[in-house]
């Protein structure tokens, strides 16, 4: 079945580093690939999103590339900010002939940054 | 704020018993997914519902049943509880049903079984 794995966290960076989360996927079909990031007490949130192989997304500095060929959705940032301490969620949703919302998530990285 | 209700924010109870869970959609939202988040399982889909019809089902427990009511508020109803049933329930919504489409996220409801 389809699956995501994601880096095992913790992750701490020092404010202003360079930050890489690893996200591979496993999926039958054309999945699109999201970005969520979950801050401490809340409910997720749309980080980014990629609907198709070679695709971009970005945004709030964050950027994460569709890579078919090695089945990956990175997610980079070039400088971290305290502000960007939460748990980020890679995610595949399946656009098979299901047609649902229905997200597969990998299990999570935790980043802190310190200052 | 994503627009997305749930209520209660806690709810402990004991094991044998039956609670319900709550979410108010964001307005205009026809979807209402339901995620449970536990430290062993991680983020796990449980159900879909849109317009007020079962959309999709995922790892949902025959001793859970949920519903989407006319006015599109959906409840998740948990019976005979476990312990392994304490855990983090976040309800989501968007417009349609739901791919590629950005899923908004309630704050969530902690149950505690004792």
């Known amino acids: 079945g389809n699956s995501v794995t994601q880096m095992e966290g913790p992750v701490t960076l020092s404010e202003e580093a360079f930050l890489t989360i690893n996200c591979t996927y496993t999926a039958t079909g054309y999945p699109s690939l999201f970005w969520y990031v979950q801050y401490p007490g809340e409910g997720l949130q749309l980080l980014l999103k990629a609907t198709k192989a070679d695709d971009k997304g970005s945004n709030k500095g964050f950027e994460a590339t569709y890579r078919k060929e090695t089945t990956s959705f990175h997610l980079e940032k070039g400088s971290v900010q305290v502000s960007d301490s939460a748990v980020y969620f890679c995610a595949l949703s399946d656009r098979g002939s299901s047609n649902t919302g229905k997200l597969i998530f990998g299990q999570g990285t935790t980043l802190q940054v310190k200052p | 704020d994503s627009g997305v209700t749930q209520t209660p924010k806690h709810l402990i109870t004991a094991t044998g018993q039956r609670v319900t869970l709550r979410c108010s959609p964001r307005?205009?939202?026809?979807?209402v997914y339901w995620y449970q988040q536990s430290l062993d399982q991680g983020l796990q889909f449980l159900i879909q519902y849109y317009n007020g019809e079962e959309r999709a089902k995922g790892n949902i427990l025959e001793r859970f049943s949920a519903q989407q009511f006319p006015d599109l508020h959906s409840e998740l109803n948990l019976s005979s509880l476990e312990l392994g049933d304490s855990a983090l329930y976040f309800c989501?919504?968007?417009?349609?049903?739901?791919?590629?489409?950005?899923?908004?996220f309630g704050s969530g409801t902690q149950l505690s079984v004792l």
């Open positions: 989501a919504s968007s417009p349609g049903q739901g791919v590629n489409e950005k899923l908004f």
């Open positions: 307005s205009g939202d026809l979807s």
